[in-house]
């Protein structure tokens, strides 16, 4: 009798410790899991540039004012500091109206779709400083005004220095960019560019 008390006791006693295992096993299968946030996404985005440049030289003697430049890429975050992407740069450039400029006169307008390749000089954890360089192709229109040839089609380049700031949405950055942009046709042309920013990264 005495054995069997002692049984009992020990299972009594042992009772607590293995409810509380049991509960902590079962709480441990159920819980949900938590999804790690990191502060800034990185992978497939999509950018936009809107801003102004100033060609600093005559193209094929005329001489062109501040003009707007648009821009808009699809590119993709390789590392952490480093990207790159397709796109598109748009410039309007007005002729100047005045006395001695060669005739004919006409704005030009190129089109230059681009690959870009930015890198980070600096970062922080929302906080980048970027080096960007872009090659392409740039389309002058028009190609030809009054019957004699305006335009032109040639390599196009671009060097820029960037400062991008994630919200803290994570998914939005804002930023500004500012550089050089290099037409070849109808003759080297040098605009002097600085643009706002603003990208979404999916």
């Known amino acids: 009798m005495s054995r069997l008390a002692s ?11 293995w409810s509380n295992a049991l509960a902590a096993d079962t709480a441990g299968e159920d819980a949900p899991k938590v999804q790690q946030i990191r502060a800034v996404e ?8 809107a801003g102004l440049t100033f060609f600093v030289n005559r193209i094929d003697e005329r001489r ?21 992407g397709l796109g598109v740069t748009a410039i309007a450039a007005g002729v100047s109206d005045a006395e001695g400029e060669p005739s004919p006169r006409s704005d030009l307008f190129f089109v230059i779709p681009s690959l870009k390749v930015q890198f980070a000089l600096l970062t922080t954890e929302r906080n980048f400083l970027w080096l960007r ?22 390599p196009a380049f671009a060097g820029l220095v960037g400062f991008e700031r994630f919200a803290k949405l994570r998914h939005f950055s804002l930023g500004a960019q500012a550089g050089v942009h290099v ?4 003759a080297v042309g040098i605009g002097i560019s600085v643009m706002p920013t603003f990208k979404y990264t999916f």
């Open 64 to 84: 062109y004012g501040l003009s707007p430049i648009v821009a808009l890429y699809a590119g993709y975050d390789v590392l952490p500091v480093l990207n790159i």
């Open 183 to 186: 037409v070849t046709k109808p």
């Open 42 to 49: 990185r992978g497939f985005f999509i950018e936009s540039h």
């Open 133 to 154: 360089g872009e090659a392409g192709f740039s389309l002058g229109l028009p190609a030809r005004f009054n019957d004699v040839d305006y335009g032109g089609n040639g």
């Open 7 to 17: 049984v009992c006791a020990a299972i009594l006693l042992g009772l607590p410790g």
